[in-house]
Nanobody
Framework: VQLVESGGGLVQPGGSLRLSCAAS????????IGWIRQAPGKEREGVSC????????YYGDSVKGRFTISRDSAKNTVYLQMNNLKLEDTGVYYC??????????????????WGQGTLVTVSS
C-alpha cells in the first residue's frame, strides 16, 4: 500500500486545515485508515481513523468535536478536516493504514503502513 499525504502548513490558533491522503495498492477489501501524529517531546497519538467496510470512526479525546475524518471511496482518498486548531495540535501528521477486519477504536494508535508525513504548525 502506498500513501501520499498533502495539506499541511502553518495556521494560526483557531484556524482550519484539511489534510488529504491518497491511497493505492490495497490487497484487501477492508482496512482501517487514518491519521497518527507525532509532536516533539510527546508520544505518538492516534488522531482519527475510519474503517472502510462500514465507515465507523475513532477520534482521540484531544480532537473530538474539532476534527472530522471522511473518505471518498471512488478516489481512495481520506481527509482530515481540522477546525479550531490549537497550539498543541502542532506536529507531523502521518496517514497510516492496516489492512483487514479491525475495529478502528482498537488499532488506530498502531497502524502498520505509514506515509511520509505532513507538518502541521499552529502558531500565532
Amino acid at each position: 500500500v502506498q500513501l501520499v499525504e498533502s495539506g499541511g502548513g502553518l495556521v494560526q490558533p483557531g484556524g482550519s486545515l484539511r489534510l488529504s491522503c491518497a491511497a493505492s495498492g490495497f490487497t484487501e477489501d477492508d482496512y482501517v485508515i487514518g491519521w497518527i501524529r507525532q509532536a516533539p517531546g510527546k508520544e505518538r497519538e492516534g488522531v482519527s481513523c475510519i474503517y472502510s467496510f462500514d465507515g465507523s470512526t475513532y477520534y482521540g479525546d484531544s480532537v473530538k468535536g474539532r476534527f472530522t475524518i471522511s473518505r471518498d471511496s471512488a478516489k481512495n482518498t481520506v481527509y482530515l478536516q481540522m477546525n479550531n486548531l490549537k497550539l498543541e495540535d502542532t506536529g507531523v501528521y502521518y496517514c497510516a493504514v492496516t489492512e483487514g477486519d479491525f475495529d478502528p477504536n482498537v488499532v488506530c494508535r498502531a497502524l502498520d503502513i505509514w506515509g511520509q508525513g505532513t507538518l502541521v504548525t499552529v502558531s500565532s
